[in-house]
């Protein structure tokens, strides 16, 4: 079912982390709640996740991602959500609606996990600060060569740096254009597909179309930056669409997201690569 990936170390909390099906990773809500709840960390899980916010936000995740998600199921908790006799645990909820974001893993390194997207919402409303902390401790994992990684997201890794002055031009002329209103105003078929223009400036079809004789499709040939982007963009998405926010204006707000994000991010690594150069060339000396 699973293998360990590692694990987290934030605040001084170590948290568990393991790739479901081997592919997905799922970090432990249990071992996140006891940043505020050492103690009684079940407790702070059933408090957060019995609220409605959380039931609306977890629901608009499973419709984006499982096909089997039982609609009654969440309709009926929803309606529920709010009396003061209103109970929900996260072994309830997987129950209730066949959901997959969320897991109930048993054994030594047992407890509830969930997909990434939910592990950061369930880090920022226990402190936003601290899921700061998180997503950083959870990229620094993902970079280092001596944990599970796909051999793909390595190769694409080191080929980034390899090719930095080639990526960032790239990136900067062509990876993340600003959509133009016929773009914007396209009804794309999938939610997959709006995040895919809204970063690359093109649906996955058209990227095949363009990339004949590439491997994999769009995402397979992403960098480490725009995967961490992307990885933004779906949880940002999960809220617009919760807000009720209109399809041609959440593109547009996805992909100016898309731009500043990684903007930042490689103005980031090249201030790192810099720093190395510098450090480099003083040990030459």
């Known amino acids: 079912m699973s293998n360990n990936r590692g694990t987290i170390h934030s605040s001084g909390v170590a948290i568990s982390v393991f790739q479901y099906d081997g592919a997905t990773d799922y970090i432990s809500l249990t071992d996140i709640a006891k940043y505020k709840a050492p103690d009684e960390p079940n407790e702070l899980l059933r408090n957060w996740i019995r609220s409605r916010n959380t039931i609306e936000y977890l629901g608009t995740w499973e419709k984006l991602h499982n096909d089997k998600l039982n609609i009654h199921g969440l309709n009926h908790l929803l309606d529920e959500a709010g009396s003061h006799s209103f109970i929900l645990s996260p072994t309830k909820w997987i129950k209730e609606t066949s959901a997959i974001g969320i897991v109930s893993r048993p054994g030594r390194y047992g407890g509830t996990y969930a997909h990434s997207d939910i592990a950061f919402d369930f880090a920022?409303?226990?402190?936003p600060e601290f899921k700061l902390y998180l997503i950083k401790d959870y990229q620094q994992l993902k970079h280092d060569s001596h944990s599970h990684l796909n051999i793909d997201w390595n190769i694409n890794r080191e080929l980034a740096k390899i090719n930095y002055r080639i990526h960032t031009d790239a990136i900067k002329n062509n990876i993340?254009?600003?959509?133009s209103s016929k773009q914007t105003s396209y009804k794309y078929a999938t939610e997959a597909d709006r995040l895919n223009v809204a970063?690359?400036?093109?649906?996955?079809?058209?990227?095949k179309n363009g990339h004949p004789e590439a491997t994999g499709n769009i995402r397979d040939n992403a960098?480490?930056?725009?995967?961490?982007?992307?990885?933004?963009?779906?949880?940002?998405?999960?809220?617009?669409i919760i807000s009720r926010i209109p399809d041609i204006e959440r593109t547009e707000k996805l992909n100016q997201?898309?731009?500043?994000?990684?903007?930042?991010?490689?103005?980031?690594?090249?201030?790192?690569?810099?720093?190395?150069?510098?450090?480099?060339q003083k040990r030459l000396k």
């Open 124 to 127: 920022a409303w226990i402190s």
């Open 176 to 179: 993340v254009p600003v959509l």
């Open 199 to 207: 970063l690359f400036g093109q649906t996955a079809r058209e990227w």
């Open 223 to 240: 960098s480490l930056e725009q995967l961490t982007v992307l990885t933004n963009l779906e949880s940002y998405n999960a809220e617009l």
């Open 257 to 280: 997201m898309a731009v500043r994000q990684l903007e930042t991010l490689t103005t980031n690594t090249a201030s790192l690569k810099r720093l190395k150069e510098l450090e480099q």
